[in-house]
């Protein structure tokens, strides 16, 4: 069974700068977009930034021109660039790939990460 391997997270300063990484632990057929999601504590979890494979991308209010999202269709991996954090920024950050599929016969499915923590210090 794949699964998605985050990794990047940590704790920065505001104004500071993190990266993260996420890719499947194998090797699979296909994934069509894939994103970022956060969740603060005690609070849903939101909506970061998403990438097709085209390389449409897609970005909270919150986070434009500060975050951007990328992505390596060869490795099948994205990446976010975070600067200019802020407190708020504080979070577990999951990855998210829709319509992956392991081998070309699979049926497409949602995958989540384990989610990586990032913690912003005032």
């Known amino acids: 069974q794949v699964q998605l391997v985050e990794s990047g997270g940590g704790l920065a300063q505001t104004g500071g700068s993190l990266r993260l990484s996420c890719a499947p632990s194998g090797s699979i057929f296909r994934v069509n977009a894939m994103g970022w999601y956060r969740q603060a504590l005690g609070k849903q979890r939101e909506l970061v930034a998403t990438?097709?494979?085209?390389?449409?991308?897609n970005y909270a209010d919150s986070v434009k021109g500060r975050f951007t999202i990328s992505r390596d269709n060869a490795k099948n991996t994205i990446y976010l660039q975070m600067n200019s954090l802020k407190p708020e920024d504080t979070a577990v950050y999951y990855c998210?790939?829709?319509?992956?599929?392991?081998?070309?016969?699979?049926?497409?499915?949602?995958?989540w990460g384990q989610g990586t923590q990032v913690t912003v210090s005032s």
């Open positions: 990438i097709t494979r085209g390389g449409s991308t």
């Open positions: 998210n790939a829709d319509g992956l599929q392991q081998r070309s016969w699979n049926t497409p499915r949602t995958y």
